[in-house]
């Protein structure tokens, strides 16, 4: 995300707002905000973060549908809330940063050993639809005779994998028998 807010040139007001998703805490994203804000020119109107049903099935996996269904209804409130303060342009209170040993530590240790998309494989469940190219943040998923393949440039996102109706994905071993858990369209 930081790197297509650096990409983009943005016209209009500079004041910001930056809203995470998590799965527990944004660890120190707002320290990073802050630097990009820097960077970009823009002034920082606050930070804050939403937690969001769990997805990694390459890891951890998710939890069942009536806790993610949980998570969701209980986000609701806040979300309402974030959304009036950023329409009646109010500052927003920076959510202070937690552990940076997550961030600054983890994050680069997983980038370099774990986030690969070589454990990718289609089974033949996969009925050419196309979703899972279309769901790939990063066009890292392209249909070659029908089917997925995979290039290099993954952030274990697992749009694909969690997305695909079909259940047609699997992430080595790590994936099977696991449910997926995918909000978007059917
Ligand atoms: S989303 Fe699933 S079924 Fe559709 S093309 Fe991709 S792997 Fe195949
Ligand atoms: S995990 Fe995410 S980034 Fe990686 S290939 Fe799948 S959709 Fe793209």
Same mark, same amino acid.
């Given at each position: 995300m930081d790197e297509y807010i650096r990409k983009v040139t943005f016209n209009g007001?500079?004041?910001?707002?930056?809203?995470g998703t998590c799965a527990a805490t944004p660890w120190v994203t707002v320290q990073y905000v802050e630097k990009l804000c820097v960077e970009k020119g823009f002034s920082l109107l606050g930070f804050n973060s939403v937690v969001?049903?769990?997805?990694?099935?390459?890891?951890?996996?998710?939890?069942?549908k009536e806790v993610n269904d949980k998570i969701l209804k209980e @986000? *609701?409130?806040?979300?309402?809330?974030?959304?009036?303060?950023?329409?009646?342009?109010?500052? !927003?209170?920076? %959510?202070?940063?937690?552990?940076a040993v997550m961030s600054k530590l983890l994050n680069p240790i997983m980038?370099?050993?774990m986030i690969s998309a070589k454990g990718f494989i289609?089974?033949?469940?996969?009925?050419?639809?196309?979703?899972?190219?279309?769901?790939?943040?990063?066009n890292n998923?392209?249909?070659i005779n029908g089917k997925p393949v995979w290039g290099k440039n993954c952030t274990h996102?697992?749009?694909?994998?969690?997305?695909?109706? @079909? *259940?047609?994905?699997?992430?080595?071993?790590?994936?099977?028998?696991?449910?997926?858990?995918? !909000?978007?369209? %059917?």
């Open positions: 007001t500079k004041q910001s707002y930056f809203i969001m049903p769990q997805g990694y099935i390459a890891g951890g996996g998710t939890q069942p @986000a *609701e409130p806040k979300i309402v809330k974030l959304a009036e303060t950023i329409r009646d342009k109010q500052i !927003l209170p920076k %959510e202070q940063p937690g552990k980038y370099s050993m289609v089974t033949d469940k996969c009925t050419g639809c196309g979703k899972c190219e279309e769901r790939c943040p990063l998923v392209k249909l996102c697992m749009a694909c994998i969690a997305g695909c109706l @079909a *259940e047609a994905i699997e992430y080595g071993k790590k994936t099977q028998g696991k449910p997926r858990y995918y !909000l978007g369209d %059917e």
